[in-house]
């Protein structure tokens, strides 16, 4: 398997199956996964960045101890929509993953604008949580919300309506 489209994904993997969530920063990989029936999704850790191989090393162990089936990398889009430095190296590293890590997986893109600003929101105003505490787990947190936009899209029938008509 290799990087496919979003439309795509529910097609390449199985009808229950976890899902990871990366939100990909230059120091810092914020890592979640989902539920087996993609309705929830956690933080699991955040990897501080070293080597490509050794990050990798530790996506594929996640993977494995988890069962997960996909990955979805959160893509830095700017708000006029356009794609910039940062979404180029979200998608190498995602060509890394299966050309020099030999990740099968399918991998897909979300829209991660703002997920870590509004993770931000949420632990300095609702959490009330210090600077040192926010660093800890903003990363991981920003790639829940990233996977969760991406899994309420995934639940929504092809046509874009909820499956109650809205």
Known sequence: MSVIAFEELLQNIPARA?????DLGEKTIGVAVSD??????SPVETIKRTKFTKDAERLSAICAEREVKAL????????????????????QFA?????????TLPI????????????????????????????????QM?????????????QQPVGGLPPDGG
């Open 142 to 154: 920003a790639a829940a919300y990233i996977l969760q936009g991406a899994l309420d899209r995934l």
């Open 108 to 139: 897909a893109f979300w829209d991660e604008r703002l997920s870590t600003q509004a993770v931000e929101r949420v632990l300095i105003g609702d959490a009330d949580m210090n600077h040192r505490d926010r660093a800890k787990v903003v990363d």
């Open 72 to 91: 979805i990398l959160g893509l830095p889009v700017n708000m006029q929509g356009e794609e910039g430095r940062r979404c180029q190296a979200t998608r």
């Open 95 to 103: 060509r890394n993953l299966v050309d020099k890590a030999g990740v």
């Open 18 to 22: 976890r899902v990871l969530g990366l």
């Open 36 to 41: 087996r029936d993609r309705r929830v999704a």
